[in-house]
């Protein structure tokens, strides 16, 4: 016991002696894996991280050894302030431009991009990734392009278009899915490095599925954000050594924002009460600190428990204040609820120092979907808000007017209130007749093709009555309920071209193929919801993939199209006056 004593002493005073000074006689002792595993452990002090990776800028020169020196720079582009580091950054893409390294310039390019986004500049972040992607992409490097992928699936989906962001993490998840991707992790390591494929695979999977929950939390999709984060947690758990409590500490936060987005704001609560023990005072008043406060204050709020919802977000405000991440989502979230709730109860100065809050959260909207997507640019209603500021100052200046102004607004509202009113009378009145006039319609429903007989001089007549024939049978097995039928697919089928059987479908059914297909699967989905109550409680998106759509919105948009009403309206009238 006294020698193992002994042993654990002489070993500590040794290891603290190395921690508290790196000589440079120590250094240059080191082989060159030894200091890049040196730096690694000591990257948290940056004066000890500087010295490691300048003796090895200095082997690197000393050498002649250009990819030596640009990992050096990576290894400076670190530890500093972001200026600074983009700084190194460019040294090593001007290092390493001309080289045909696996993983320079793109590296250069990915810290420049990570340094952006720390002082949010989201423009230079972006073009710095798709530079980054695109010299990854030159060198093979396919760790790197998923890795950059899944900066650009956070960007878009934050930002520009939910279903691009979406499309993206689709084909990144692909990848890291495919058993070859294993080859290609240990492909782009740096030789002389250990590396744990089996891990990082994990991990990149893992990264996938986050990416998942946060596209759909993004979209508001919280069924399917939910449905991603049990994926999640199901690798989490299967992966013994990786089930680390950051991550899943991740995914109680994310359980966090999708029970609020449903409504279940007691399990909102839950979650966050949960996160509440895991806070310590180091990182009280951080982004993550905020984000439960935020959805606590919120979900209080919901459930009527006003001064408590209250406390946790004027806490959340507080920290906001003292600066550090910004989350302009849930920040957005906060300031909406604060301003709304001071203006209810008529606290006009404290309504106007939110709205100066949301406005400036959505001046950075605003500037980087003019970026990524300027056609997003109107949901943030700028302009509304910047006419809500200037009444809230005029009420201010000019109390003496304050009847005058609640008359105005009285009679606005009312004209407002009358407009919709009548909007919504003559629409309802419209509906009702579409309704009356497809159940009309459907009662009369008989065959509307033309006669096989007919002829056309552009379809042999046996061609033309074969094809007919088939097509006949594939309406009487409803296979246009498929959600993969093409032409080219069923003219495979039906053992004839795609020529002819888009003449054949123009010529009989006189329409397209697409709006044939269309007419099918609508035809089918008003009768089968006229005939069989059951199915008037799916839901739109159910009933959808029913009739061969791939989604509610495209399935509705159709359906009004062809009818002039909403599948939910259709239903609703059935349920209300069966037939």
């Not at 058993?179 to 490095?193: D, F, L, M, T, V």
């Not at 839950?270 to 935020?294: D, G, V």
């Not at 009369?444 to 088939?470: F, Q």
């Amino acid at each position: 016991m006294r020698i193992f004593s002994l042993v654990y002493l002489l070993f500590y005073c040794l290891t603290s002696a190395m921690a508290q000074d790196i000589s440079k006689k120590y250094l240059d002792s080191l082989g060159d894996e030894e200091l890049l595993e040196l730096f690694n452990k000591v990257d948290h002090d940056s004066v000890k991280a500087e010295k490691v990776a300048r003796t090895y800028l200095e082997r690197g020169r000393a050498e002649g050894d250009t990819i030596k020196m640009a990992r050096a720079y990576d290894r400076l582009a670190q530890i500093f302030s972001p200026a600074r580091n983009i700084s190194y950054a460019d040294s090593i893409i001007e290092l390493s431009k001309n080289t045909q390294n696996i993983t320079y310039p793109a590296m250069g390019y990915i810290l420049k991009a990570y340094n952006y986004s720390l002082i949010y500049d989201i423009r230079n972040e972006y073009e710095n990734y798709l530079k980054a992607y695109r010299n990854a992409s030159i060198r093979e490097n396919l760790t790197q392009q998923v890795y950059i992928m899944d900066r650009l699936i956070y960007l878009q989906a934050e930002w520009g278009n939910k279903k691009s962001a979406l499309d993206l993490q689709v084909k990144r998840h692909r990848i890291v899915t495919d058993p070859n991707y294993i080859n290609e992790i240990g492909k782009s390591s740096r030789s002389g490095i250990k590396t744990n494929a089996n891990a990082l695979l994990i991990e990149e999977v893992i990264r996938s599925y986050r990416c998942y929950v946060f596209c759909y939390l993004m979209a508001e999709e919280f069924e399917l954000a939910n449905l991603y984060c049990n994926k999640l947690q199901r690798v989490i758990e299967e992966s013994t050594n990786l089930g680390s409590p950051s991550e899943k500490d991740w995914i109680i936060d994310a359980k966090m924002e999708i029970e609020y987005g449903l409504g279940n704001y007691a399990k909102s609560i839950e979650a966050s009460n949960f996160l509440y023990l895991l806070i310590t005072e180091e990182n009280k008043f951080t982004s993550k600190f905020k984000n439960l406060n935020i959805y606590k204050g919120l979900s209080l709020m919901k459930q009527k428990n006003i001064d408590e919802g209250l406390k946790h977000l004027l806490l959340a405000d507080s920290i906001h204040d003292l600066g550090g991440n910004l989350n302009p989502h849930n920040d957005r979230l906060l300031f909406d609820k604060l301003k709304s709730h001071y203006s209810q109860i008529n606290e006009p100065k404290k309504t106007l120092h939110y709205l100066n809050k949301l406005l400036y959260i959505d001046s950075i909207f605003k500037t980087n979907y003019l970026f990524f997507e300027s056609e997003h640019n109107e949901k943030f209603q700028t302009p509304i808000l910047l006419a809500e500021k200037e009444d809230l100052i005029s009420t201010l200046e000019e109390k003496n007017n304050k009847a005058d102004i609640l008359l105005r607004i009285a009679i606005y509202l009312f004209l407002v209130s009358l407009v919709i009113g009548c909007y919504y009378f003559y629409r309802q009145r419209m509906f009702k007749k579409r309704f009356e006039k497809l159940l009309a319609t459907m009662e009369k429903t008989g065959d509307s093709s033309r006669a096989a007989t007919e002829t056309t001089n552009e379809i042999p007549p046996g061609i033309l009555n074969e094809i007919t024939n088939k097509l006949n049978q594939f309406e009487r097995h409803r296979n246009f309920l498929n959600h993969n039928i093409s032409l080219h697919i069923l003219a495979k089928r039906l053992e004839t071209n795609s020529n002819y059987l888009s003449r054949v479908v123009n010529f009989t059914k006189e329409k397209n193929f697409s709006q044939y297909i269309h007419d099918l699967r609508l035809d089918y989905a008003i009768k089968v919801v006229l005939a069989d109550p059951k199915f008037r409680k799916y839901t739109i998106k159910a009933i959808a993939q029913e009739c061969g759509y791939s989604s509610a919105d495209s399935f509705s948009r159709a359906f009004y199209k062809k009818n002039g009403i909403y599948p939910s309206y259709y239903i609703k009238k059935l349920e209300k006056s069966p037939i």
